[in-house]
Protein backbone atom coordinates (compact mmCIF):
# COMPACT_ATOMS: atom_id res chain seq x y z
CA UNK A 1 0.00 0.00 0.00
CA UNK A 2 1.08 3.41 -0.81
CA UNK A 3 1.66 6.35 1.39
CA UNK A 4 -1.38 8.03 -0.76
CA UNK A 5 -3.42 5.04 -0.04
CA UNK A 6 -2.85 4.78 3.35
CA UNK A 7 -3.56 7.77 4.01
CA UNK A 8 -6.72 7.73 2.38
CA UNK A 9 -7.92 4.91 4.54
CA UNK A 10 -6.93 6.74 7.38
CA UNK A 11 -8.85 9.91 6.20
CA UNK A 12 -12.13 7.21 5.59
CA UNK A 13 -11.97 5.37 8.99
CA UNK A 14 -11.88 8.85 10.72
CA UNK A 15 -15.26 10.33 8.98
CA UNK A 16 -16.83 6.74 9.27
CA UNK A 17 -16.00 7.09 13.39
CA UNK A 18 -17.23 10.79 13.30
CA UNK A 19 -21.03 9.51 12.34
CA UNK A 20 -20.86 6.28 14.46
CA UNK A 21 -21.95 8.09 17.60
CA UNK A 22 -19.26 7.36 20.13
CA UNK A 23 -18.39 8.73 23.17
CA UNK A 24 -15.38 11.41 22.80
CA UNK A 25 -12.80 9.08 24.38
CA UNK A 26 -13.94 6.33 22.12
CA UNK A 27 -13.77 8.65 19.20
CA UNK A 28 -10.54 9.74 20.01
CA UNK A 29 -9.06 6.41 20.72
CA UNK A 30 -10.34 5.07 17.18
CA UNK A 31 -8.84 8.55 15.41
CA UNK A 32 -5.44 7.83 16.92
CA UNK A 33 -4.59 4.95 14.88
CA UNK A 34 -5.75 5.94 11.71
CA UNK A 35 -3.56 8.93 12.42
CA UNK A 36 -0.73 7.17 13.30
CA UNK A 37 -0.61 5.58 10.25
CA UNK A 38 -0.40 8.96 8.20
CA UNK A 39 1.30 11.14 10.48
CA UNK A 40 3.85 9.19 12.21
CA UNK A 41 4.63 11.02 15.57
CA UNK A 42 6.11 10.36 19.14
CA UNK A 43 4.58 9.03 22.31
CA UNK A 44 0.74 9.70 21.69
CA UNK A 45 -1.49 12.44 20.52
CA UNK A 46 -2.81 15.32 23.12
CA UNK A 47 -6.45 15.60 22.10
CA UNK A 48 -8.44 18.69 23.73
CA UNK A 49 -12.02 19.34 23.52
CA UNK A 50 -12.71 23.46 23.42
CA UNK A 51 -15.73 25.48 24.47
CA UNK A 52 -16.41 27.54 20.85
CA UNK A 53 -18.10 30.57 22.66
CA UNK A 54 -14.30 30.88 24.72
CA UNK A 55 -11.61 28.68 22.68
CA UNK A 56 -10.95 27.87 25.94
CA UNK A 57 -10.22 23.96 27.07
CA UNK A 58 -12.67 21.81 28.40
CA UNK A 59 -10.90 18.69 28.36
CA UNK A 60 -7.57 16.19 27.54
CA UNK A 61 -6.69 13.27 26.15
CA UNK A 62 -3.67 11.15 25.97
CA UNK A 63 -2.89 7.60 26.38
CA UNK A 64 -0.53 7.46 29.28
CA UNK A 65 -1.39 11.19 30.84
CA UNK A 66 -4.57 11.07 32.59
CA UNK A 67 -3.97 14.64 34.20
CA UNK A 68 -2.70 17.29 32.36
CA UNK A 69 0.33 19.12 34.63
CA UNK A 70 -1.54 22.21 36.21
CA UNK A 71 1.83 24.19 35.23
CA UNK A 72 1.11 23.39 31.67
CA UNK A 73 -2.36 25.11 31.75
CA UNK A 74 -0.95 28.20 33.29
CA UNK A 75 1.69 28.33 30.37
CA UNK A 76 -1.63 28.46 28.50
CA UNK A 77 -3.19 30.87 30.17
CA UNK A 78 -1.42 32.72 32.26
CA UNK A 79 1.76 33.19 30.57
CA UNK A 80 3.21 34.82 26.89
CA UNK A 81 4.01 32.07 24.39
CA UNK A 82 4.23 30.78 20.67
CA UNK A 83 1.60 28.22 19.25
CA UNK A 84 -1.15 28.46 21.61
CA UNK A 85 -4.53 26.80 21.03
CA UNK A 86 -6.83 29.63 20.75
CA UNK A 87 -4.06 31.58 18.34
CA UNK A 88 -3.91 28.02 16.10
CA UNK A 89 -7.99 28.60 16.25
CA UNK A 90 -8.14 32.33 15.08
CA UNK A 91 -5.89 31.62 12.45
CA UNK A 92 -6.57 31.23 8.79
CA UNK A 93 -4.53 27.76 8.08
CA UNK A 94 -6.23 26.20 11.76
CA UNK A 95 -2.65 24.15 11.92
CA UNK A 96 0.79 25.46 12.70
CA UNK A 97 3.57 23.88 14.46
CA UNK A 98 5.94 25.49 17.05
CA UNK A 99 9.30 25.71 14.71
CA UNK A 100 7.11 28.09 11.83
CA UNK A 101 5.71 30.23 14.91
CA UNK A 102 9.24 30.57 16.50
CA UNK A 103 10.65 31.02 13.41
CA UNK A 104 12.37 28.06 13.66
CA UNK A 105 13.99 28.33 16.99
CA UNK A 106 11.69 26.63 19.62
CA UNK A 107 14.08 27.56 22.40
CA UNK A 108 11.57 30.73 22.60
CA UNK A 109 9.00 28.98 23.90
CA UNK A 110 8.75 28.39 27.44
CA UNK A 111 6.02 25.39 26.78
CA UNK A 112 8.73 23.68 24.19
CA UNK A 113 11.67 23.99 27.26
CA UNK A 114 9.92 23.05 30.22
CA UNK A 115 6.82 20.71 28.76
CA UNK A 116 8.08 18.99 25.16
CA UNK A 117 12.05 18.89 25.86
CA UNK A 118 11.52 17.19 29.33
CA UNK A 119 9.33 14.48 27.82
CA UNK A 120 11.82 13.66 25.13
CA UNK A 121 9.99 15.52 22.58
CA UNK A 122 11.19 17.89 19.82
CA UNK A 123 8.32 19.24 17.25
CA UNK A 124 5.07 19.94 17.98
CA UNK A 125 1.83 20.31 15.35
CA UNK A 126 -0.98 21.89 16.80
CA UNK A 127 -4.39 22.00 14.78
CA UNK A 128 -7.65 23.60 15.29
CA UNK A 129 -10.58 20.57 15.36
CA UNK A 130 -13.05 23.11 13.37
CA UNK A 131 -16.54 22.16 12.01
CA UNK A 132 -17.43 23.22 8.53
CA UNK A 133 -19.24 26.49 10.10
CA UNK A 134 -16.09 27.42 11.69
CA UNK A 135 -16.46 26.21 15.05
CA UNK A 136 -13.98 25.20 16.85
CA UNK A 137 -15.00 22.31 19.19
CA UNK A 138 -11.45 21.06 19.78
CA UNK A 139 -7.42 20.42 19.60
CA UNK A 140 -4.89 18.03 18.44
CA UNK A 141 -1.60 18.44 19.40
CA UNK A 142 0.85 15.86 17.45
CA UNK A 143 5.07 15.63 18.83
CA UNK A 144 7.47 13.82 17.35
CA UNK A 145 11.24 13.72 19.08
CA UNK A 146 14.54 15.02 17.80
CA UNK A 147 16.44 13.50 14.76
CA UNK A 148 13.00 13.30 13.06
CA UNK A 149 11.94 15.35 10.13
CA UNK A 150 9.73 17.75 9.91
CA UNK A 151 6.26 17.93 9.40
CA UNK A 152 5.68 18.26 6.24
CA UNK A 153 3.54 19.89 3.68
CA UNK A 154 1.14 16.73 2.93
CA UNK A 155 0.88 15.36 6.71
CA UNK A 156 -0.58 19.41 7.61
CA UNK A 157 -2.49 19.14 4.67
CA UNK A 158 -3.95 15.47 5.89
CA UNK A 159 -4.55 16.84 9.56
CA UNK A 160 -6.45 19.78 8.04
CA UNK A 161 -8.37 17.40 5.45
CA UNK A 162 -9.79 15.51 8.47
CA UNK A 163 -10.36 18.45 11.27
CA UNK A 164 -13.89 18.80 10.39
CA UNK A 165 -14.42 15.59 11.09
CA UNK A 166 -12.06 15.14 13.97
CA UNK A 167 -14.41 18.51 15.32
CA UNK A 168 -18.06 16.56 14.19
CA UNK A 169 -17.03 13.74 16.04
CA UNK A 170 -15.78 15.40 19.55
CA UNK A 171 -19.37 17.51 19.04
CA UNK A 172 -21.62 14.46 18.98
CA UNK A 173 -19.57 12.67 22.02
CA UNK A 174 -20.32 15.61 23.68
CA UNK A 175 -23.99 15.90 23.12
CA UNK A 176 -24.04 12.23 24.11
CA UNK A 177 -22.00 13.01 27.32
CA UNK A 178 -24.51 15.47 28.04
CA UNK A 179 -27.82 13.68 27.32
CA UNK A 180 -26.84 10.08 29.21
CA UNK A 181 -25.74 12.84 32.32
CA UNK A 182 -26.66 16.26 32.59
CA UNK A 183 -25.38 18.45 34.74
CA UNK A 184 -27.24 21.41 33.15
CA UNK A 185 -30.84 22.71 33.53
CA UNK A 186 -31.41 22.43 30.03
CA UNK A 187 -29.50 19.25 28.39
CA UNK A 188 -29.75 17.29 25.37
CA UNK A 189 -32.33 14.99 24.19
CA UNK A 190 -31.04 11.82 23.09
CA UNK A 191 -33.51 9.11 21.70
CA UNK A 192 -31.96 5.72 20.29
CA UNK A 193 -34.31 3.93 17.36
CA UNK A 194 -34.85 0.45 16.52
CA UNK A 195 -34.51 -0.91 13.35
CA UNK A 196 -38.52 -0.58 12.28
CA UNK A 197 -38.06 2.97 13.18
CA UNK A 198 -39.87 2.42 16.89
CA UNK A 199 -38.56 4.38 20.39
CA UNK A 200 -35.93 1.59 21.72
CA UNK A 201 -34.55 4.33 24.57
CA UNK A 202 -35.10 8.24 25.51
CA UNK A 203 -32.81 9.82 28.23
CA UNK A 204 -34.61 11.78 30.55
CA UNK A 205 -36.05 15.03 29.45
CA UNK A 206 -36.28 13.91 26.09
CA UNK A 207 -39.93 13.93 25.87
CA UNK A 208 -40.36 17.61 26.79
CA UNK A 209 -37.80 18.41 22.98
CA UNK A 210 -40.24 15.99 20.97
CA UNK A 211 -43.55 18.06 22.45
CA UNK A 212 -42.11 20.96 21.07
CA UNK A 213 -41.48 19.88 17.35
CA UNK A 214 -43.95 19.71 14.88
CA UNK A 215 -46.15 16.95 14.07
CA UNK A 216 -45.41 15.46 17.52
CA UNK A 217 -47.95 12.82 18.85
CA UNK A 218 -47.94 11.90 22.38
CA UNK A 219 -50.72 9.33 21.89
CA UNK A 220 -48.70 6.68 20.86
CA UNK A 221 -48.46 8.12 16.95
CA UNK A 222 -45.22 8.85 15.04
CA UNK A 223 -41.95 10.38 15.81
CA UNK A 224 -42.22 14.28 14.26
CA UNK A 225 -40.83 14.56 10.44
CA UNK A 226 -37.66 15.87 11.17
CA UNK A 227 -36.44 12.98 14.34
CA UNK A 228 -37.55 10.76 11.47
CA UNK A 229 -36.08 12.89 8.65
CA UNK A 230 -32.32 13.18 10.51
CA UNK A 231 -32.79 9.10 11.57
CA UNK A 232 -32.93 8.56 7.86
CA UNK A 233 -29.36 10.45 6.75
CA UNK A 234 -27.64 9.28 9.73
CA UNK A 235 -28.79 5.40 8.56
CA UNK A 236 -28.30 6.34 4.97
CA UNK A 237 -24.29 7.05 6.35
CA UNK A 238 -23.67 3.68 7.82
CA UNK A 239 -20.67 2.44 7.02
CA UNK A 240 -20.13 5.06 3.70
CA UNK A 241 -17.84 7.70 4.96
CA UNK A 242 -18.94 10.67 3.08
CA UNK A 243 -17.98 13.98 5.16
CA UNK A 244 -20.80 16.22 3.40
CA UNK A 245 -23.58 13.63 4.24
CA UNK A 246 -23.81 14.86 8.05
CA UNK A 247 -27.14 13.72 9.49
CA UNK A 248 -28.31 17.41 10.94
CA UNK A 249 -31.12 19.73 10.88
CA UNK A 250 -32.54 23.35 12.42
CA UNK A 251 -35.89 22.91 13.23
CA UNK A 252 -38.46 26.03 14.59
CA UNK A 253 -40.47 24.82 17.47
CA UNK A 254 -44.03 25.11 18.21
CA UNK A 255 -42.71 27.39 21.36
CA UNK A 256 -40.98 29.56 19.24
CA UNK A 257 -37.37 28.47 19.55
CA UNK A 258 -34.86 26.80 17.18
CA UNK A 259 -33.34 23.70 18.68
CA UNK A 260 -30.28 21.35 16.66
CA UNK A 261 -31.10 17.65 15.94
CA UNK A 262 -27.95 15.14 15.27
CA UNK A 263 -28.02 11.70 13.86
CA UNK A 264 -25.83 9.34 14.77
CA UNK A 265 -25.42 5.35 13.58
CA UNK A 266 -24.67 3.32 17.44
CA UNK A 267 -22.15 1.21 16.40
CA UNK A 268 -22.15 -1.24 19.44
CA UNK A 269 -23.40 -4.46 18.04
CA UNK A 270 -24.78 -5.39 14.85
CA UNK A 271 -28.40 -4.40 14.68
CA UNK A 272 -29.38 -1.40 12.73
CA UNK A 273 -29.82 1.64 15.48
CA UNK A 274 -29.92 5.21 14.97
CA UNK A 275 -29.48 8.11 17.40
CA UNK A 276 -30.60 11.33 17.30
CA UNK A 277 -29.84 14.05 19.92
CA UNK A 278 -31.98 17.21 19.75
CA UNK A 279 -30.50 19.94 21.59
CA UNK A 280 -31.57 23.74 22.07
CA UNK A 281 -30.24 26.64 19.78
CA UNK A 282 -29.80 28.44 23.04
CA UNK A 283 -26.33 31.31 22.77
CA UNK A 284 -23.35 29.87 24.16
CA UNK A 285 -23.19 28.80 27.51
CA UNK A 286 -20.56 31.48 28.58
CA UNK A 287 -22.81 33.90 28.39
CA UNK A 288 -24.93 33.05 31.32
CA UNK A 289 -21.56 32.19 33.03
CA UNK A 290 -20.72 35.81 32.68
CA UNK A 291 -23.71 37.46 33.45
CA UNK A 292 -24.30 34.97 36.95
CA UNK A 293 -20.90 35.23 37.99
CA UNK A 294 -20.07 38.95 37.55
CA UNK A 295 -23.08 41.19 36.49
CA UNK A 296 -21.36 41.85 33.21
CA UNK A 297 -23.61 43.76 30.62
CA UNK A 298 -24.81 42.04 27.21
CA UNK A 299 -22.32 44.65 25.50
CA UNK A 300 -19.45 44.31 28.45
CA UNK A 301 -20.26 39.79 27.92
CA UNK A 302 -19.18 40.45 23.67
CA UNK A 303 -16.65 41.93 24.78
CA UNK A 304 -15.27 39.81 27.08
CA UNK A 305 -15.53 36.60 25.26
CA UNK A 306 -13.65 37.95 21.92
CA UNK A 307 -11.25 38.51 24.39
CA UNK A 308 -10.79 35.24 25.78
CA UNK A 309 -10.26 34.48 22.09
CA UNK A 310 -7.26 36.58 21.75
CA UNK A 311 -8.35 39.05 19.45
CA UNK A 312 -7.06 42.70 20.03
CA UNK A 313 -8.39 46.29 20.84
CA UNK A 314 -8.58 46.79 16.82
CA UNK A 315 -10.52 43.18 16.11
CA UNK A 316 -12.60 43.60 18.89
CA UNK A 317 -13.91 46.75 17.84
CA UNK A 318 -14.27 45.61 13.74
CA UNK A 319 -15.95 42.51 14.82
CA UNK A 320 -18.80 44.48 17.36
CA UNK A 321 -18.79 47.69 15.39
CA UNK A 322 -17.86 50.16 17.85
CA UNK A 323 -14.52 52.39 18.39
CA UNK A 324 -11.27 51.04 19.78
CA UNK A 325 -12.01 53.78 22.54
CA UNK A 326 -15.55 52.25 23.60
CA UNK A 327 -13.84 48.89 23.33
CA UNK A 328 -11.26 49.66 26.41
CA UNK A 329 -14.10 52.05 28.43
CA UNK A 330 -15.65 48.18 28.44
CA UNK A 331 -12.86 46.74 29.33
CA UNK A 332 -12.44 49.01 32.43
CA UNK A 333 -15.75 48.38 33.65
CA UNK A 334 -15.15 44.16 32.94
CA UNK A 335 -11.28 44.63 34.86
CA UNK A 336 -13.39 45.99 37.59
CA UNK A 337 -16.40 43.41 37.84
CA UNK A 338 -14.23 40.77 37.65
CA UNK A 339 -11.40 42.13 39.47
CA UNK A 340 -8.37 41.73 37.34
CA UNK A 341 -5.86 44.04 36.18
CA UNK A 342 -5.13 42.89 32.37
CA UNK A 343 -6.97 40.91 29.38
CA UNK A 344 -4.68 37.83 30.65
CA UNK A 345 -5.76 38.11 34.19
CA UNK A 346 -9.08 37.76 32.52
CA UNK A 347 -8.17 34.97 30.75
CA UNK A 348 -6.78 32.90 33.49
CA UNK A 349 -9.06 33.92 36.07
CA UNK A 350 -11.80 32.38 33.83
CA UNK A 351 -10.34 29.23 32.62
CA UNK A 352 -9.49 28.45 36.43
CA UNK A 353 -12.75 29.14 37.75
CA UNK A 354 -14.75 27.84 35.15
CA UNK A 355 -12.96 25.55 32.75
CA UNK A 356 -10.41 24.21 34.87
CA UNK A 357 -12.60 21.98 37.01
CA UNK A 358 -14.78 21.06 33.79
CA UNK A 359 -11.56 20.14 32.62
CA UNK A 360 -10.55 18.06 35.84
CA UNK A 361 -13.81 16.77 36.54
CA UNK A 362 -13.89 15.30 32.76
CA UNK A 363 -10.00 13.68 33.63
CA UNK A 364 -11.90 11.67 36.64
CA UNK A 365 -14.85 10.73 34.15
CA UNK A 366 -12.48 9.53 31.75
CA UNK A 367 -10.77 6.97 34.22
CA UNK A 368 -14.23 5.90 35.39
CA UNK A 369 -15.49 5.12 32.09
CA UNK A 370 -18.03 7.86 32.06
CA UNK A 371 -18.63 9.77 28.76
CA UNK A 372 -17.24 13.67 28.93
CA UNK A 373 -19.24 16.62 29.11
CA UNK A 374 -18.57 20.07 27.51
CA UNK A 375 -18.62 24.20 28.33
CA UNK A 376 -17.48 25.94 31.52
CA UNK A 377 -19.06 25.20 34.80
CA UNK A 378 -21.33 28.04 36.59
CA UNK A 379 -19.38 27.20 39.61
CA UNK A 380 -16.48 25.05 41.69
CA UNK A 381 -19.27 22.43 43.17
CA UNK A 382 -19.91 20.07 39.97
CA UNK A 383 -22.65 17.87 40.57
CA UNK A 384 -21.23 13.96 41.37
Not at 285 to 314: D, H
Request: proline letters at 7%; a negative charge.
Amino acid sequence: MTVTDAKEKAKDHIERLAVAGLDVESFWRGATEAIAVAVPHYIAPCWFTMDPASLLVTSHFQEGLPEIPGEWLAMEYQGDDYNKMSDVALSAPGLATLHEATGGDPDRSARYREAIVPYGGDQEMIAALRTHDGASWGALGLYREPGQPMFDDDEKGFIQAVAPQLATGARRGLLVGEATDPDTPEPPGLIVLADDWSIESMTPGTERWLSELPGWDDNGGSLPPAVLSVAGQAKRTAGVATSGDIAFARVLTTAGRWVLLHGANLVADDTHRVAVIVEPAHPARITPLLMAAYQLTEREQEVARNVLQGRSTKEIAETLFISPYTVQEHLKSIFEKTGVRSRRDLVGKIFFAHYEPRLRDNEQRAQRGLALRGGPVADRTLPS
